[in-house]
Protein backbone atom coordinates (compact mmCIF):
# COMPACT_ATOMS: atom_id res chain seq x y z
CA UNK A 1 0.00 0.00 0.00
CA UNK A 2 1.40 3.68 -0.51
CA UNK A 3 1.36 5.33 2.55
CA UNK A 4 1.56 8.89 0.27
CA UNK A 5 -1.43 11.04 0.20
CA UNK A 6 -2.62 11.63 -3.40
CA UNK A 7 -4.35 14.63 -4.37
CA UNK A 8 -6.64 14.63 -7.72
CA UNK A 9 -6.04 17.28 -9.89
CA UNK A 10 -8.17 18.62 -12.43
CA UNK A 11 -10.54 20.32 -10.22
CA UNK A 12 -8.87 21.51 -7.45
CA UNK A 13 -6.79 24.53 -8.05
CA UNK A 14 -4.80 24.38 -4.84
CA UNK A 15 -1.32 24.98 -4.05
CA UNK A 16 -0.24 20.94 -4.60
CA UNK A 17 -1.51 21.20 -8.23
CA UNK A 18 0.04 24.74 -9.11
CA UNK A 19 3.13 25.14 -10.73
CA UNK A 20 4.20 28.35 -8.11
CA UNK A 21 4.42 25.44 -5.14
CA UNK A 22 7.77 24.34 -4.07
CA UNK A 23 6.80 21.47 -2.43
CA UNK A 24 8.00 17.60 -2.62
CA UNK A 25 5.50 15.94 -4.90
CA UNK A 26 5.84 13.99 -8.01
CA UNK A 27 3.39 13.24 -10.75
CA UNK A 28 1.18 9.29 -10.89
CA UNK A 29 1.68 6.96 -13.43
CA UNK A 30 -1.38 8.51 -14.82
CA UNK A 31 -0.21 11.92 -15.59
CA UNK A 32 -3.15 13.18 -13.38
CA UNK A 33 -2.45 12.77 -9.66
CA UNK A 34 -0.16 14.19 -7.62
CA UNK A 35 1.55 12.47 -4.74
CA UNK A 36 2.92 14.36 -1.38
CA UNK A 37 5.41 14.03 1.11
CA UNK A 38 3.76 12.64 4.01
CA UNK A 39 6.27 13.50 6.50
CA UNK A 40 6.70 17.21 4.66
CA UNK A 41 3.92 18.08 2.89
CA UNK A 42 4.13 21.65 3.00
CA UNK A 43 6.02 23.76 0.91
CA UNK A 44 7.30 27.85 -0.14
CA UNK A 45 5.13 29.40 -2.62
CA UNK A 46 7.78 30.53 -5.27
CA UNK A 47 6.45 34.26 -7.00
CA UNK A 48 3.21 33.90 -6.30
CA UNK A 49 1.18 36.25 -3.29
CA UNK A 50 2.46 33.98 -0.62
CA UNK A 51 6.01 34.02 -1.70
CA UNK A 52 8.18 32.63 0.71
CA UNK A 53 5.83 31.40 2.52
CA UNK A 54 5.36 28.21 3.86
CA UNK A 55 2.07 26.62 2.15
CA UNK A 56 0.39 23.25 2.31
CA UNK A 57 -0.96 21.12 -0.07
CA UNK A 58 -4.73 22.29 0.52
CA UNK A 59 -3.98 25.94 0.46
CA UNK A 60 -5.22 28.25 -2.45
CA UNK A 61 -5.30 31.59 -4.02
CA UNK A 62 -6.34 33.91 -7.11
CA UNK A 63 -3.10 33.23 -8.79
CA UNK A 64 -3.09 29.60 -9.34
CA UNK A 65 -0.96 28.05 -12.26
CA UNK A 66 -1.31 24.40 -13.62
CA UNK A 67 1.71 22.69 -12.74
CA UNK A 68 3.75 21.97 -15.82
CA UNK A 69 4.17 17.88 -14.56
CA UNK A 70 0.13 17.34 -15.59
CA UNK A 71 -1.07 15.81 -18.90
CA UNK A 72 -3.72 17.32 -19.80
CA UNK A 73 -6.60 15.12 -21.91
CA UNK A 74 -5.57 16.06 -24.72
CA UNK A 75 -2.26 14.85 -24.56
CA UNK A 76 -0.98 11.29 -24.53
CA UNK A 77 0.45 8.76 -22.35
CA UNK A 78 4.14 8.23 -22.71
Do not use: F, Y
Amino acid sequence: MNARPIVLVGELRRCATCNRWGGERHIGDDGKTVHLNPVNPRGPCNEGPWHASLRGPRNACGQWLQWIGIRTGDEAAP
